[in-house]
């Protein structure tokens, strides 16, 4: 083979291996000593910083990736210094000093040696990709064979993450004080303040993805624009609102009303104005489900327990209550039907959790027993006779999102799996097998969120990426 095509052959190699974008060119190292060694040949190397595609011009030298100083300070957006073969790099706190030809680089005032020193080729000053990263407090993973670099600090301790549109999750951090909701970015992990509340109720994100609902201490509405995280006053209303649904067009926001959520109330977010939807004289409504023409509600009902006294004796104290008849039943109110009255669907005796209904009419729920059995997916309509849709597992946790049910369950003491079930056909799929620390789930068309330990993870690819810590 000649020279020409020897060559040849080991660019485009070099291309197939390490996702090489641009061209290769071949320049002399510059040892400690100062004199030239062998040729290398710089690369522009493809990596995802950020979640941002970044061309680093990078080396391979003694079996370790080597990148460009220059290039690497420019795509994390860190500051720099340089002076007499001295870089300085501040970045999120963290603070290297390296020096060209040397194997010594200082990170936060404490010294660390590198396998091979700060390279110099044709000017430019070359470090060992994984130190200089890691020293910096970034993290270094890889999806689709390019290597995702992340130098974000990432948001701590947050909880009930919901999509707000593409690539968007919110997530809150409560104190003493009240709860604080950001709005992070699944693909950096980037976090923005959205909203400082004390009092307040967690942010409700409409179907579009682009607003979020919330009440204040005192029962006054206001919805967030995500983009602009403006916040804008619907209504002064100082009824106590205990749930927000948003309709299918997001132009009103659904809510019970009263500190016994006897009414359901619709509220045009345009106007400002509130309109008594259901008022059936039943309290203690919860779950509320709005069907897309916003005429049919799904909600449940609870009873509560019997208060008794002994009569004979009023001097004293003895007042007791009879629990055996605390239930809580499904039921659904068509406010365009022949009869607006509310039809039971449920008479059971189980505990009924995670409630939802996609038309108004049928109604999904987690049956937990009362014995130690496992809790199953259930469907129920005005039929009264409960079907099974999911008892495979020891089912956690379910979402609606989409006509598609998805279904958190426990497969054994070690792992647990994500399902997604059709509403129309029943089709079952098994999407994911996680850990059994996975304690919630949340979706949005294709998009998909875990909590596990205390951490949010989003699927990207065919991994998890942390998106908090």
Avoid: C
């Amino acid at each position: 083979m000649s020279m020409k095509k020897t060559f040849m052959v080991t660019a485009v190699a070099a291309v197939l291996t390490t996702s090489v974008v641009g061209s290769v060119s071949a320049a002399p190292a510059v040892s400690a000593s100062g004199t030239k060694s062998v040729a290398v040949q710089v690369q522009q190397t493809k990596y995802r910083i950020n979640g941002s595609e970044a061309a680093i011009r990078s080396i391979i030298q003694q079996g370790e990736t080597l990148v460009s100083v220059r290039d690497m300070i420019k795509a994390v957006g860190a500051q720099a210094e340089v002076a007499k073969g001295v870089t300085t790099v501040k970045l999120n706190g963290h603070t290297l000093v390296l020096k060209n030809n040397s194997s010594q680089i200082k990170a936060d005032g404490v010294t660390t040696t590198l396998a091979q020193p700060v390279t110099v080729i044709t000017g430019t000053s070359y470090i060992a990709l994984r130190p200089f990263v890691s020293l910096l407090g970034g993290t270094i993973g890889k999806r689709a064979g390019v290597l995702e670099i992340s130098t974000i600090p990432l948001l701590a301790d947050a909880e009930n993450p919901r999509f707000a549109g593409t690539g968007k999750l919110i997530v809150s951090r409560s104190d003493e004080q009240g709860r604080t909701d950001y709005l992070v970015d699944t693909t950096s992990g980037k976090s923005e303040l959205l909203l400082t509340t004390s009092g307040g109720s967690d942010l409700v994100v409409s179907r579009s993805g682009e607003q979020a609902a919330y009440t204040d201490a005192e029962g006054a509405v206001y919805v967030l624009d995500l983009r602009s995280k403006a916040s804008r006053l619907i209504t002064k209303d100082t009824s106590i609102k205990p749930e927000l649904v948003w309709s299918a067009d997001s132009r009103a926001i659904y809510f019970l009303q009263g500190d016994k959520g006897s009414v359901i109330a619709k509220l045009d977010v345009t106007e400002g104005t509130i309109t008594k939807v259901v008022e059936d004289k039943v309290d203690y409504k919860e779950n509320l489900s709005v069907s897309a023409d916003g005429k049919k509600f799904v909600y449940t009902v609870t009873t509560l327990g019997t208060v008794t006294s002994d009569a004979t004796n009023v001097d004293e104290d003895n007042v007791s209550i009879d629990f055996s008849s605390n239930q809580q039943q499904i039921y659904s109110f068509n406010i365009g039907g022949s009869k607006l009255e509310a039809v039971k669907l449920t008479t059971s005796s189980d505990d009924k959790v995670f409630v939802w209904s996609r038309d108004g009419l049928k109604a999904y729920y987690v049956s937990i027993p009362s014995t130690d059995d496992q809790a199953t997916l259930l469907s129920v309509d005005a039929s009264q006779k409960p079907s099974r849709v999911f008892a495979d597992y020891d089912v956690e946790q379910v979402l609606l999102a989409g006509g598609i049910l998805y279904v958190l369950a426990a497969q054994d003491d070690s792992n647990s799996v994500i399902y997604s079930i059709d509403t129309l056909t029943g089709k079952q799929t098994k999407l994911y097998t996680v850990s059994a620390d996975v304690s919630a789930i949340a979706v949005a068309d294709s998009q998909i969120a875990i909590v596990e330990n205390g951490r949010v993870l989003v699927h990207a690819g065919n991994s998890w990426r942390a998106v908090t810590k």
